[in-house]
């Protein structure tokens, strides 16, 4: 027997030691009731985790969930006055000047661009520049002594980014040599 152990602490066993520590035993108690009591005390507390786990994980989705609808409301509210003008152009009287339809539905034109400037979408800039999978949509290859191998000769369908983000690649004519 080591001689740091005396005779109280053999008798009573490995690990209650620790037993004693957190809960001492009541002099009449079952020794295994001692750890009965912390068994059910353990799984308690763990029961308790879980359940608060779970709600922090059910708050944050939540929150994401609000805050993806809030950023879609603000959105679509920033899109309600250009529909207004939509309606009203469309309510114009059918026999009216083309030039004043088309300055109606340039203001439009020019008030959707300012939107999208405002929530920082820009344009991708294709023309003249070289292909770019990345960036570009090929639909359609021409030959062309013109042009460089892999040049985008015509945009399609205008591209659109947000910061850093590909919103829609641009839909581009490439031109390729025989």
């Known amino acids: 027997m080591p001689d740091f152990l005396d005779d109280d602490d053999e008798a009573q066993g490995p690990g209650s030691a620790e037993a ?66 939509l309606d009203r152009a469309l309510e114009a009287p059918t026999g009216s000047d083309a030039e004043v339809y088309r300055k109606g539905v340039e203001l439009i034109h020019r008030q959707m661009t300012e939107l999208l400037r405002r929530r920082g979408v820009t344009t991708i800039e294709a023309v003249g520049a070289d292909f770019d999978p990345r960036m570009h949509q090929s639909v359609m290859h021409e030959v062309s002594p013109d042009h460089r191998e892999g040049e985008v000769m015509a945009e399609l369908r205008r591209g659109y980014m947000l910061g850093d983000r590909l919103l829609r690649p641009a839909m581009v004519k490439v031109a390729r040599r025989e």
């Open 20 to 85: 004693a520590v957190t809960e001492p035993p009541a002099p009449s108690a079952d020794p295994l009731e001692g750890l009965r009591q912390e068994k059910d005390t353990l799984q308690d507390r763990l029961l308790r985790l879980a359940a608060e786990f779970d709600n922090y994980r059910k708050r944050i989705d939540r929150d994401r969930r609000e805050q993806a609808e809030a950023a879609t409301a603000a959105a679509l509210e920033d899109l309600l006055p250009i529909i207004d003008d």
